[in-house]
T-cell receptor, first 113, second 114 residues
Framework: EADIYQTPRYLVIGTGKKITLECSQTMGHDKMYWYQQDPGMELHLIHYSYGVNSTEKGDLSSESTVSRIRTEHFPLTLESARPSHTSQYLC????????????FGSGTRLTVV | AQSVSQHNHHVILSEAASLELGCNYSYGGTVNLFWYVQYPGQHLQLLLKYFSGDPLVKGIKGFEAEFIKSKFSFNLRKPSVQWSDTAEYFCAVTLPYGNNRLAFGKGNQVVVIP
């Protein structure tokens, strides 16, 4: 069972609303990541963090923003949701040293109507 | 463009059949390689990984993968699949410059028919 938690699991929201997707991990990992996943497509990195107060944009441009005020918490915010933001958002974390794989959360499936 | 390629996105096979999923990457230099699996309704889980040493890697649930450096490949295999192997399989590669960041392929949707 994953030690990284994402809420909500599913979210349907209207255009223009502000939303925050939550991601928390209990493993003390310094590195955390947000990926966007669409059916039949590869996972695209949209944000990552190497520790508290560290955030970087990923390979895929995204209108979302992230914050990392605490090690265990890495929320993603959309100030004004649009239908183009409809996707699955996956949060992951990894240990600070060594080339270990990621631990993934269950994801948030977002639908903007 | 540098990428991770997985072909045959949809694979349908019967129980007891053998499975092989191809993965090719185009990054130069030293890389670490991973296969992840996502069962229906569940989160992505690490199936196996290769860092160095024996290029034939054993993973969980009877899966194995072989790293062939000259072909930039890391193919996943299982000699005899079960219905419970129905899942989506993702190949991933650490970026040489990426400080443990992973690049993923598009995935293979595998359906095993009982």
């Amino acid at each position: 069972e994953a030690d990284i938690y994402q809420t909500p699991r599913y979210l349907v929201i209207g255009t223009g609303k502000k939303i925050t997707l939550e991601c928390s991990q209990t493993m003390g990992h310094d590195k955390m990541y947000w990926y966007q996943q669409d059916p039949g497509m590869e996972l695209h990195l949209i944000h990552y963090s190497y520790g508290v107060n560290s955030t970087e944009k990923g390979d895929l441009s995204s209108e979302s923003t992230v914050s990392r005020i605490r090690t265990e918490h890495f929320p993603l915010t959309l100030e004004s949701a649009r239908p183009s933001h409809t996707s699955q958002y996956l949060c992951a974390s990894s240990p600070p040293m060594g080339n270990y794989g990621y631990t993934f959360g269950s994801g948030t499936r977002l639908t903007v109507v | 463009a540098q990428s991770v390629s997985q072909h045959n996105h949809h694979v349908i096979l019967s129980e007891a059949a053998s499975l092989e999923l191809g993965c090719n990457y185009s990054y130069g230099g030293t890389v670490n390689l991973f296969w992840y699996v996502q069962y229906p309704g569940q989160h992505l889980q690490l199936l196996l990984k290769y860092f160095s040493g024996d290029p034939l890697v054993k993973g969980i649930k009877g899966f194995e993968a072989e790293f062939i450096k000259s072909k930039f490949s890391f193919n996943l295999r299982k000699p005899s699949v079960q219905w419970s192997d129905t899942a989506e399989y993702f190949c991933a590669v650490t970026l040489p410059y990426g400080n443990n960041r992973l690049a993923f392929g598009k995935g293979n949707q595998v359906v095993v028919i009982p």
